[in-house]
């Protein structure tokens, strides 16, 4: 039996995912951090497919007026 289907597409978008928190200072200042993960992929075009991933962090003061 012959298949005319196309091979499954791979699924290579990026993976990531934040989490942070906010702290108000005053009516105008307030600081912020979070930690970033991310996890880029070729989508199974390679084995073995170990993909790249990187861990972040950030820190913010925000001044609203």
């Given at each position: 039996?012959?298949?005319?289907?196309?091979?499954?597409?791979p699924?290579?978008?990026?993976?990531?995912g934040?989490?942070?928190v906010?702290?108000?200072?005053?009516?105008?200042?307030?600081?912020?951090?979070?930690?970033?993960?991310?996890?880029?992929?070729?989508?199974?075009?390679?084995?073995?497919n170990?993909?790249?991933?990187?861990?972040?962090?950030?820190?913010?003061?925000?001044r609203?007026?």
């Amino acid at each position: 039996m012959l298949s005319l289907k196309p091979p499954p597409r791979p699924n290579s978008s990026p993976r990531y995912g934040q989490l942070g928190v906010a702290r108000v200072l005053t009516d105008s200042w307030s600081l912020r951090a979070s930690a970033i993960f991310q996890h880029l992929s070729n989508g199974g075009a390679t084995h073995p497919n170990s993909g790249l991933d990187a861990l972040g962090f950030t820190l913010g003061v925000s001044r609203s007026f």
